[in-house]
Each structure stands twice: as C-alpha cells, then as structure tokens.
Nanobody, 121 residues
Framework: QLQLVESGGGLVQPGGSLRLSCAAS????????IAWFRQAPGKEREGVSC????????NYADSLKGRFTISRDNAKNTVYLQVNSLKPEDTAVYYCAALLACDLPGPYDYWGQGTQVTVSS
C-alpha cells in the first residue's frame, strides 16, 4: 500500500518540543518534495513548511520561522518536522504530503492521515 504515515504528535506543555515524522510506505521519497500542513479545529488548512527532494531547499510559513525546522533522511525514507517553543495556537492536526517540487501548487500525489499536536498546560 502506497502511503505516508505521520507520527510523533501528542500532548505537550507550552514551550515544549516535538519531532514529527512522515514516513513513506510502498514507495521512495527520493524524488518527492514533502510539505507539512496543519489544520486547527474550525480553521482552514495552512501550509507549514516544505523541503525539496534533495533536502537542499526549505521554506516555512513566515509566522513559524525560527521555531520549526524541516529535514529529511532519504535513507530512512522519512521527513521530519522539529517543532520548538510550542504555543497553544500550534494545536492542530499536522499532515504531510508529497509533491514534485515545493514551488508548485500541486498536485499532491500522497497525503498522510495526520498526527494530532495538542499544546496545553
């Protein structure tokens, strides 16, 4: 089965950190850029970050720069999103998706099922 699987979410206190993972199953991520999105309850999905297939290029939503770091390990067929200094407003379901290049609007060939991040004291 060809799919992306996110993991690493959970309940964390404000100021805490998490490392989210996006692993590919049934295909290789080598040729794909990977984007992270998030969707909070009652809000639209927003783009968080994207990393090129080689890992040489990354981008972030302006409001998240400095707190979030995207990386990839193609040998492990996995992309990571390190999220630091978490705030309650970071609470959302985080999704990863595969596309050909970060500067394209789509299409997204694969989506994960999401991992819940809850920031609360």
């Amino acid at each position: 089965q060809l799919q992306l699987v996110e993991s690493g979410g959970g309940l964390v206190q404000p100021g805490g950190s998490l490392r989210l993972s996006c692993a590919a199953s049934g295909f290789t991520l080598d040729y794909y850029a990977i984007a992270w999105f998030r969707q909070a309850p009652g809000k639209e999905r927003e783009g968080v970050s994207c990393i090129s297939s080689s890992g040489g290029s990354t981008n972030y939503a302006d409001s998240l720069k400095g707190r979030f770091t995207i990386s990839r390990d193609n040998a492990k067929n996995t992309v990571y999103l390190q999220v630091n200094s978490l705030k309650p407003e970071d609470t959302a379901v985080y999704y990863c998706a595969a596309l050909l290049a970060c500067d394209l609007p789509g299409p997204y060939d694969y989506w994960g099922q999401g991992t819940q991040v809850t920031v609360s004291s």
